[in-house]
């Protein structure tokens, strides 16, 4: 079983940048492959970013192209989301997943596909 902990979420203003963590346990975390999502009560969990096992494969929604980055350290067993030139519309609880298996085409954009979840992180941003 493989528990996830986000961390670095906050309150910040148009332009801002923040970094979210999340930190696993349990598991084999480089067999893991990881994403970020992001969901406003009453909608839908949205994809934002993912990221294969070695990191060398990343995925991102087409409103974040460029502005965030995902990355991971396997040895620290964490992963990172930057987040810069943050906009109001970027407001939402982020929640990092985690998929025992590599997902195919599609499916990495899945939240269905994910196996396991954070508790989710708030970030506000202020316009």
């Known amino acids: 079983q493989v528990q996830l902990v986000e961390s670095g979420g906050g309150l910040v203003q148009a332009g801002d940048s923040l970094r979210l963590s999340c930190a696993a346990s349990?598991?084999?975390?480089?067999?893991?492959?990881l994403g970020w999502f992001r969901q406003t009560p009453g909608k839908e969990r949205e994809f934002v970013a993912a990221?294969?096992?070695?990191?060398?494969?990343?995925y991102y929604t087409d409103s974040v192209k460029g502005r965030f980055t995902i990355s991971r350290d396997n040895d620290e067993k964490k992963m990172y989301h930057q987040m810069n030139s943050l906009k109001a519309e970027d407001t939402d609880a982020y929640y990092c997943a985690a998929d025992g298996d590599t997902p195919v085409g599609p499916s990495w954009y899945d939240a269905g596909d994910y196996d396991y979840w954070g508790q989710g992180t708030q970030v506000t941003v202020s316009s």
């Open positions: 349990g598991g084999t975390f480089s067999y893991l492959s």
């Open positions: 990221i294969n096992w070695n990191g060398n494969r990343a």
